[in-house]
């Protein structure tokens, strides 16, 4: 079973992508770069699942 954060890292990285897929990739470093430096712990798992969810957004923007 795939981890909610793991599906909201895809959902959020998916549609910013069909937007503008150069913004999905700030949003999903620039978030576990914070992560990093405060509060949040940072995963290579949850930049998987953005870039993931680039891809795919950026996949159906071209249908």
Known sequence: MIAQDK?????FSFFLALVEPAWAV?????KELLDLAGPGVAEF???AADLL???AG???GQL
């Open 7 to 11: 599906l909201l890292h895809f959902i």
């Open 58 to 60: 950026i996949l159906v």
């Open 53 to 55: 969810g680039i891809l």
């Open 45 to 47: 798992g949850d930049l």
């Open 26 to 30: 700030m949003a999903g470093l620039g």
